[in-house]
Nanobody, 124 residues
Framework: QVQLVESGGGLVQSGDSLRLSCVVS????????MGWFRQAPGKEREFVSG????????LYADSVKGRFTISRVNAKNMVYLQMNSLKLEDTAVYYC?????????????????WGQGTQVTVSS
């Protein structure tokens, strides 16, 4: 059974940094793209970042470009999201996901497996 477990969320102040981690078990996903999404209260889940299988290609939402960095370590079945210069509007539950195609697309239906999420709260 495929499982994704996110960690690293928490309560931080505006301008702080956090590093989210996601470990995948129940299979080998080295050949699949991975992604991070987030969902704020009352809003739809939105794409944050994606990375292809090798890490050579990444994609970011405009709202996080230049502040967030996605990376992966295939040998550990891990994907990370380094979040710097956090803003109030970054507050959300963050989810990692395993892609179902070749590219790390920005749409929810580009991903087949999802974690339960980790809460990130940014305060002023």
């Amino acid at each position: 059974q495929v499982q994704l477990v996110e960690s690293g969320g928490g309560l931080v102040q505006s301008g702080d940094s956090l590093r989210l981690s996601c470990v995948v078990s129940g299979g080998t996903f080295s050949w699949f793209p991975m992604g991070w999404f987030r969902q704020a209260p009352g809003k739809e889940r939105e794409f944050v970042s994606g990375i292809n299988w090798s890490g050579s290609s990444t994609l970011y939402a405009d709202s996080v470009k230049g502040r967030f960095t996605i990376s992966r370590v295939n040998a550990k079945n891990m994907v990370y999201l380094q979040m710097n210069s956090l803003k109030l509007e970054d507050t959300a539950v963050y989810y990692c996901a395993v892609g179902n195609g070749a590219a790390a697309g920005p749409t929810i239906n580009s991903y087949a497996y999802w974690g339960q999420g980790t809460q990130v709260t940014v305060s002023s």
